[in-house]
């Protein structure tokens, strides 16, 4: 079963593409949003993520991002190990979609599984763009299509449809999200085991780890295949709670978000797929590094773990607009969606302001300066920013101003699909791939 961590992406401009590339600066700007609906209209961004808790970290971590954010870090503008430069702009992002576009066929298809390091050319790499929507899955499937055949690109546009599929899965299944952010408190408060901070500061004696513990940590990314064997190491050989692995995970991969990240780790453990586990192999990572790594001394089962049972799974909600809007109307992006103009039709623009905090205070100041009645957000999947939100709305209710989530039809179509494994869920690709 091929089981994505992260969504890789393509490349050639999808349709109207070019009229939208002179969007946006991502990561501390924001750019021109527009609200056909909203004669008086003001932008703003929120996406600076502020600590959710105190719990006890490891005494000399090899990282500085806050604990339980899975994510909640943009692309950065960093130097790769090849001397390729990943910026964190939608014009960047577009970029690499076009040079993508043309290997999104057979080169894929044969090569997807093989991880030659960091300097790897056989994935797309655009994952952190889309997982912050600065490149839209609908641009990415796009684009493959208007260069391949739905059946040449099967295997790409699928990776692409993981990270939606998971997002609709966990929509449907809150409760596993707030259990897990639970136990990750709980495990950072209580006794941590006496190996996890060499772990995690790549000192496992682990050749293998070790060097994907620094590639991560310094880059921001791990093939998805790495992804597995790492996680698998890190359950049933090294023994380590899957749930802060999944924390881990979440606080340096940009591409991370809290349904694939954790949803992944718990496929690999056995909970996800009940009694379906991953086991790393020396064999399989030798093969598939070109023989990079071979580490010895591995699990030789991976015995499932088990878990209360969660409550049933609840609707997908049937709007993809939460409420009315009104005259006086402020559009506020956060980490989860960056670009405006595909989800708002344009019919007249605004200036745009930049809040450097999400706390709810910095929002109602915007909203009252800007005199706004209705406050616009991009749907938020379950996940750190939607419980921002939800406080963000009781408090701007308070004032006497709305806020109204938009959802993308990418996801209102393809979210209540989700409600049973990938399998039933990969049938109807076709179907939605035709849906423009």
Request: charged content about 25%; proline content about 8%; glycine content about 8%.
């Amino acid at each position: 079963m091929r089981h994505p961590h992260d969504t890789p992406t393509c490349n050639d401009p999808p349709r109207g593409i070019e009229s939208q590339q002179r969007r946006n600066e991502a990561a501390h700007r924001v750019s021109v949003a527009t609200d056909p609906v909203a004669p008086q209209l003001r932008s703003a961004s929120a996406f600076e993520a502020s600590p959710e808790t105190e719990a006890r970290q490891p005494s000399a971590p090899p990282f500085t991002s806050e604990p339980c954010h899975p994510g909640t870090r943009l692309p950065r503008r960093r130097q790769a190990q090849d001397g390729e430069v990943t910026t964190p702009t939608r014009a960047a992002g577009l970029d690499a979609l076009r040079a993508f576009v043309p290997h999104a066929g057979a080169d894929y298809r044969r090569d997807r599984n093989h991880d030659t390091g960091p300097a790897r050319t056989n994935v797309s790499g655009l994952s952190p763009y889309i997982r912050h929507r600065l490149v839209t899955e609908q641009e990415v499937v796009d684009a493959v299509l208007d260069r391949h055949s739905l059946h040449t690109a099967e295997k790409f546009v699928q990776e692409v449809f993981w990270r939606t599929y998971w997002k609709g899965w966990l929509e449907q299944r809150p409760e596993v999200w707030r259990r897990y952010r639970g136990e990750v408190r709980d495990l950072l408060a209580g006794d941590l085991p006496a190996h996890y901070e060499d772990v995690v500061a790549g000192r496992s004696g682990i050749e293998a780890m070790d060097a994907w513990v620094r590639e991560l940590v310094e880059t921001g990314y791990l093939h998805n295949h790495t992804r597995m064997w790492f996680a698998s190491i890190w359950v049933f050989t090294l023994e380590l709670p899957w749930q802060l692995g999944a924390d881990f995970f979440s606080r340096h991969l940009l591409d991370g978000d809290a349904a694939s990240n954790t949803l992944s780790w718990r496929w690999v453990a056995g909970l996800q797929t009940r009694g379906k586990t991953y086991l790393a192999t020396t064999e399989n990572i030798a093969r598939y590094t070109d023989g990079r790594f071979a580490p010895t001394g591995l699990a030789t089962e991976a015995r499932a773990l088990d878990e209360e049972p969660f409550p049933a799974a609840v609707p997908v909600p049937s709007d993809d607009v939460d409420g009315r809007v009104g005259e006086r109307v402020g559009l506020l992006l956060h980490e989860e969606d960056l670009e405006p103009e595909s989800l708002l039709a344009a019919s007249r623009s605004s200036g745009a302001t930049v809040l450097n905090s999400v706390e709810p205070s910095a929002v109602l100041g915007w909203a009252g300066a800007a005199n706004l009645d209705t406050v616009v957000v991009p749907y938020a999947p379950v996940g750190p920013v939607r419980e921002r939100l939800d406080l963000l709305r009781t408090r701007l209710g308070a004032e006497g101003v709305a806020l109204v989530t938009v959802r993308r039809r990418w996801d209102g179509r393809a979210w209540p699909y989700a409600s049973r494994g990938f399998f039933p869920f990969r049938e109807r690709i076709p179907g939605l791939v035709r849906v423009r």
